[in-house]
């Protein structure tokens, strides 16, 4: 198990580990930030691969969302809502949560974030 442990850290860069410019910080690290390789679009959280391991662990079986750690999750969640952006608004050109199609954009064209993603492809 050690030499396991041992041969993982000689592959492992100190640069691929340690948040630097640009890159996303893991939410549940407490000392010093490491890089983000995921995020989870449920718990709304970032995760280093170890973390992330924990996290696979906790929820195994539950439907978690996991999607590369690009950017802040508050980018992608709605300020008035506090949901995750699901739905474009084709009259307005932005994102918003599915709570933002019944009073804002109520009579607005909307359709799935996932579904505007594929057709700009």
Request: glycine share 4%; net charge neutral; with cysteine.
């Amino acid at each position: 198990m050690l030499a396991l442990v041992v041969e993982k850290l000689k592959k492992t860069k100190l640069t691929d580990c340690y948040t630097g410019a640009g890159d996303v910080n893991c939410d549940v690290c407490t000392e010093r930030k490491y890089k983000a390789v995921k995020s989870c679009l449920v718990c709304l959280n970032s995760y280093c691969q170890d973390h992330l391991e924990e996290h696979e662990s906790w929820f195994k079986g539950k439907r978690h969302n996991l999607t590369d750690a690009t950017g802040p999750l508050q980018e992608m969640i709605c300020q008035k809502h506090e949901k995750l952006f699901e739905v474009f608004c084709r009259t307005d050109q932005k994102c918003i949560c599915v709570l933002c199609t019944m009073d804002e954009h109520k009579h607005h064209d909307t359709v799935s974030a996932a579904a505007q993603r594929t057709e700009k492809q």
